[in-house]
């Protein structure tokens, strides 16, 4: 599979990712947040609201989210105020879809997956670089950061056909 990464621009111009981040105003979040997704670099670690922090950092930090310590980047703690603000999002997100002109059903599936099943290896080409790896007695399993994977897991095991369309489901991750 071939992976290239490109930015289009509001013109519909194509950027190579380098010739991007050289050419063209954008803030420094928004330029460390190519360079991680883009580029695979690395970025500053933590969430502690210190003057070299991001901007967005030191606001998630009063909003109650840090980064945990003692995981690897991107897990997140969350105090009572990011708690209640991440549940109002849920619902409000939730509340979203259900005003939508189509049935959609609120699913939750698995966060574990065994790694020697073919589409969890086409998964882990893509994401591999966030996956967590688990060693257990017969297998080696892999956690899952989003809910996207286990959706299509349920979506793939329901029988759909044009009577059924449209088809959606539903689901929030706190990973």
């Given at each position: 599979?071939?992976?290239?990464?490109?930015?289009?621009?509001?013109?519909?111009?194509?950027?190579?990712?380098?010739?991007?981040?050289?050419?063209?105003?954008?803030?420094?979040?928004?330029?460390?947040?190519?360079?991680?997704?883009?580029?695979?670099?690395?970025?500053?670690?933590?969430?502690?609201?210190?003057?070299?922090?991001?901007?967005?950092?030191?606001?998630?930090?009063?909003?109650?989210?840090?980064?945990?310590?003692?995981?690897?980047?991107?897990?997140?703690n969350?105090?009572?105020?990011?708690?209640?603000?991440?549940?109002?999002?849920?619902?409000?997100?939730?509340?979203?879809?259900?005003?939508?002109?189509?049935?959609?059903?609120?699913?939750?599936?698995?966060?574990?997956?065994?790694?020697?099943?073919?589409?969890?290896?086409?998964?882990?080409?893509?994401f591999?670089?966030?996956?967590?790896?688990?060693?257990?007695?017969?297998?080696e399993?892999?956690?899952?950061?989003?809910?996207?994977?286990?959706?299509?897991?349920l979506?793939a095991?329901?029988?759909?056909?044009?009577?059924?369309l449209?088809?959606?489901?539903?689901?929030?991750?706190?990973?």
């Amino acid at each position: 599979m071939k992976k290239d990464k490109f930015v289009i621009i509001s013109k519909g111009e194509e950027l190579e990712i380098k010739s991007y981040l050289s050419s063209m105003d954008i803030s420094s979040d928004f330029k460390q947040f190519v360079e991680r997704e883009a580029l695979g670099l690395d970025v500053q670690r933590g969430m502690e609201a210190e003057e070299s922090s991001p901007q967005y950092l030191k606001i998630a930090n009063k909003l109650g989210f840090s980064w945990e310590k003692n995981s690897i980047l991107g897990f997140i703690n969350y105090d009572w105020k990011a708690e209640l603000m991440m549940e109002l999002v849920k619902r409000y997100a939730y509340q979203l879809v259900q005003n939508l002109d189509m049935p959609i059903y609120k699913v939750r599936g698995s966060n574990s997956f065994d790694i020697k099943h073919e589409v969890v290896q086409k998964y882990m080409g893509l994401f591999g670089d966030r996956m967590l790896k688990v060693k257990q007695s017969k297998s080696e399993l892999v956690m899952g950061y989003d809910a996207s994977y286990a959706q299509f897991n349920l979506a793939a095991s329901k029988r759909i056909n044009e009577s059924k369309l449209p088809y959606g489901h539903f689901s929030i991750s706190d990973c």
